[in-house]
């Protein structure tokens, strides 16, 4: 078998496509060191092999995944395609060769680079999306709810479930800055939309109202006397605050009328001080 | 609207670090008790409001719709009487299930001294219902909170307890029986206001799941927020570390296979605060060790400090496919800094671990305890402190 030191793959960046990868490699009987999507740079010095996309190859591979491996291992690739780890398509490779080789067994091996790598990865994944059915932040316009994140996995496949029944018969989106993909659910469907940008309307004075209620229960649920900012930065990584209520001090009227007060204070004490230095200069210099 | 998943879902981490999932609101702070302890005291001088039903449904559906909570926590004051006050939350939460048609989460704090007949409608409205014991002793709660009595507290429990038993056979009878408490029961203790030992406060935490079934005890560090000859002074720092020394002890209850008597008795009544509770337990049973990891029960990988129920349910998989090394160990998620002193590979320790007094005891230590303001808190309770000496001789003496 040619186990190609420099043979790179090259498909168009959907699953059915790194299907078609492993398809490829058991028909040439070669195993490639890199198999990338289209996104990255293209030189001229480029000698990768581009794989064409077949979707009865992709089925193939994929229906026999149950069958020769284990339903839990087609999760487990299924998964990993979501994720943001740089080689998964390497690692989902690998995985399935070492599968189809060994089968259902495949799955315990957890100290296996390939399949620790690649249960770590989709570990990543499903408690940044566990972690997302909270921290998510939905503002009221009209009858929609609409809501936005900048998540490191592609996660919206995962959320779908809980907020499609959470909001039964609503209206939403979700909106994945990083992935510029948004999720619609209206009549009861839901669907993944690639959408450029999103620029959100005005709040009107309700969504703006019980805004300003969470966070005022925000803060007086928090006890002085037990703060404890490393253990809440552990538990909320600041990657999340951007998008959340209760961290958003942009519009909150309040709060900069606060600071202006705060600022004139601290201003007026500066001056204080420097009188005050002067009269004592004045005194010494007497 | 709405949903209840079973993995609980915190939408929010307040400034101490503590999970925000509920709303959490008293239906009003009018209360006719008069428990040292509390802020809401009917001697305290303090402004007094109460929720309408209305406003309360109104505040939760706007809250769950942004996706802020997951549901409402709803307690009360004693309003009148324990009777009036349940009233009034079974009112509110018959509005925001009926009128509304919410079917999140809803957590009701069933209130001491109300009639069954109320706390059995009360629980068929509610996911979760609790009745916090406050106090670990009758002596105690005689001296801070002359209203309540140990009776008052576990009646009502045992009420919930028995209900949820009959209610599950229903469930099992009839498809269409309603549901009561599906979430089950859980109370909360205050840690630090009285002189109760650790010891005492677990083994009522052990009887409370055993014996009424309940899904949580929850500890809270006692802060003072009253001045009372009885209660510790209102400068005294709440005693955090050993709520969390309680909460580890809680865990290894529930998840580990352990037992209330094996890590405190008579002797020993309260938690050492310099090392965890597993930890210390098989320091002063290192009889049983090392283990093989290679060989060893899922019981007792369990009970090894550093392996927790993840890493250990994975040793088990993993070991099925060949023996395993520390490599391999570290690559399970095992946290090998506390393991390694406890544990061999393929018959042997790891390699180049020196057991020294100094080094072991140093790693043993939780990192927090180093902190100087700990260590004030230490003095105040005394804690029997294992000497470096005792711990050389149990670690070289068995490896």
């Given amino acids: 078998m040619l186990d190609g030191t420099d043979l790179v793959y090259a498909y168009d960046g959907t699953f059915e496509g790194l299907m078609c990868c492993v398809f490829e490699s058991y028909e040439c009987k070669e195993i490639p060191c890199l198999i990338r999507p289209p996104s990255d740079q293209q030189t001229i010095f480029d000698t990768s092999k581009w794989i064409e996309t077949d979707s009865q190859k992709a089925d193939r591979v994929y229906n026999s995944i149950p069958v020769r491996i284990s339903s839990e291992a087609q999760e487990l690739v299924k998964l990993g395609f979501l994720t943001c780890e740089e080689n998964k398509e390497l690692l989902i490779f690998r995985f399935l060769r070492s599968g189809f080789k060994i089968g259902g067994k495949v799955m315990t091996m957890l100290t296996d680079e390939v399949v620790c790598s690649l249960q770590k990865a989709v570990r990543h994944l499903t408690s940044e999306s566990h972690k997302f059915k909270g921290f998510i932040r939905f503002s009221v316009f009209g009858e929609a709810l609409v809501a936005v994140i900048e998540p490191k996995n592609y996660v919206l496949p995962l959320l779908s479930a809980h907020f499609c029944d959470r909001y039964n018969g609503e209206k939403f989106m979700i909106y994945d800055k990083t992935h510029s993909v948004a999720l619609i659910y209206q009549s009861n469907r839901a669907e993944l939309i690639d959408i450029e940008g999103l620029t959100l309307p005005n709040v009107d004075s309700t969504e703006a109202k019980y805004r300003q209620l969470w966070k005022q229960f925000y803060n007086t649920i928090a006890i002085e006397g037990r703060t404890n900012p490393r253990c809440r930065m552990t538990l909320m990584p600041k990657r999340y605050w951007n998008q959340m209520t209760e961290f958003d001090n942009k519009s909150d009227l309040f709060q900069i009328q606060v600071q202006v007060a705060e600022t004139k204070q601290a201003i007026a004490n500066d001056i204080d001080k420097t009188t005050d230095k002067t009269t004592r200069y004045q005194i010494q210099g007497d | ?399």
């Avoid at chain 2, 580990?256 to 020993?268: S, V």
């Avoid at chain 2, 250990?312 to 998620?333: E, H, P, V, Y």
């Avoid at chain 2, 018959?347 to 057991?355: A, C, F, N, S």
């Avoid at chain 2, 939780?366 to 260590?375: A, E, F, I, N, V």
Wanted: charged share 25%.
């Fill in chain 2, 1 to 399: 609207m709405g949903n209840a998943a079973k993995a609980g879902i915190c939408h929010s981490f307040s400034a101490d670090g503590r999970c925000i999932s509920l709303l959490k609101v008293l239906m009003t702070n009018v209360c006719v008790f008069d428990c040292k302890y509390c802020i809401n005291r009917e001697s305290n001088d303090t402004p007094r409001a109460a929720f309408t039903p209305h406003e309360l449904a109104e505040l939760t559906i706007n809250f769950y719709r942004r996706n802020y909570i997951e549901g409402l926590f709803l307690s009360s004051g004693v309003i009148k009487n324990p009777n009036y006050t349940a009233e009034q939350m079974i009112k509110a939460l018959e509005l925001l299930r009926n009128v509304y048609h919410f079917n999140g989460y809803i957590h009701v704090k069933a209130i001491p001294g109300a009639d069954s007949e109320l706390i059995t409608r009360l629980g068929l409205l509610a996911d979760r219902m609790s009745i916090n014991i406050e106090l670990p002793s009758q002596e105690s709660l005689r001296l801070l909170a002359p209203s309540k009595s140990k009776e008052s507290i576990l009646r009502p429990m045992g009420l919930i307890s028995t209900k949820i038993q009959e209610n599950r056979t229903d469930l099992v009878k009839y498809r269409h029986a309603s549901r009561f408490v599906p979430a089950g029961q859980s109370t909360q203790l205050i840690v630090g206001a009285t002189p109760d030992t650790d010891h005492k406060i677990l083994t009522l935490t052990e009887g409370l799941y055993k014996k009424y079934g309940l899904k949580r005890v929850f500890f809270s560090a006692y802060m003072p927020v009253a001045e009372n000859s009885l209660l510790p002074a209102i400068d005294t720092k709440p005693p955090l570390i050993r709520e969390h020394r309680l909460y580890q002890a809680d865990w290894l209850l529930r998840f580990y296979g352990f037992e209330a008597k094996e890590l405190l008795d008579e002797q020993n009544p309260n938690f050492n605060l310099q090392v965890d509770p597993k930890c210390n337990w098989a320091l002063n049973n290192m009889d049983k060790f090392p283990v093989e990891i290679n060989r060893a029960s899922h019981e007792m990988l369990l009970r090894v400090p550093g392996i927790g129920v993840i890493s250990a349910q994975r040793i088990m998989t993993a070991r099925r496919n060949g023996s395993l090394d520390f490599t391999s160990l570290k690559k399970l998620g095992v946290v090998l800094k506390r393991a390694q002193y406890f544990i061999t590979c393929q018959g042997k320790i790891m390699e180049g671990l020196k057991i020294t007094s100094d080094s072991t005891i140093r790693t043993l230590m939780s990192d927090r305890y180093k902190l100087p303001s700990y260590q004030e808190q230490l003095r105040l309770f005394e804690e029997p402190f294992i000497s470096r000496e005792e711990v050389q001789e149990c670690l070289t003496g068995q490896i």
